[in-house]
């Protein structure tokens, strides 16, 4: 599988700035975290998770079969699309204020079994939060080829050993 990945803090992006916070977590057990995943105890003001993959099941060797490109899927170059809401672009929107009185998080016991691709494991505040993961899966196997029957003198059809 070949990947391309990257966890961070967008340039030239300014955040509204919160007060800063302690993470006390008592315990975690992460059993699995996959390509670009990131844990995070502790704020953080903006997190830009993009993950591409091409997924390839040859029953060739890959080193006899060529390799294979981003370039050559769309998928890959495809603009994000747009959310188009009237009522966010003409100011209506809910705006919610929350004042924490103690600045710190407390988390007992945090047990994740997995976390996929491109994903965040956070405790904190996370501001402003994007994630895509774009996985092309490509299956090569060459077509099995087809017998033809043959027709026995008794005019009964026997298959054709291959």
């Not at 591409?52 to 079969?65: G, N, P």
């Not at 769309?74 to 100011?91: H, V």
């Not at 080829?145 to 050993?161: D, E, L, V, Y």
């Amino acid at each position: 599988m070949s990947m391309s990945h990257n966890h961070s803090v967008s340039e030239g992006v300014s955040c509204i700035h919160h007060p800063t916070r302690t993470s006390q977590i008592g315990a975690i057990c992460i059993i699995s975290a996959s390509s670009s995943t990131a844990i995070q105890f502790g704020d953080r003001c903006r997190t830009d998770a993009r993950l591409m993959a091409l997924a390839v099941q040859r029953k060739e060797d890959h080193a006899k079969s060529g390799d294979v490109y981003f370039e050559s899927y769309r998928i890959f170059s495809r603009p994000n699309p747009i959310l188009i809401d009237p009522e966010f672009d003409e100011g209506r929107v809910i705006r919610t204020t929350r004042t924490n009185c103690d600045p710190c998080i407390r988390v007992g016991f945090i047990r994740v079994i997995a976390a996929g691709n491109s994903s965040s494991i956070h405790i904190g505040n996370g501001q402003c939060v994007s994630g895509q993961a774009r996985v092309k899966h490509i299956r090569q196997y060459p077509k099995e080829k087809m017998t033809q029957p043959i027709i026995s003198s008794h005019n009964q059809p026997a298959m054709a050993s291959p």
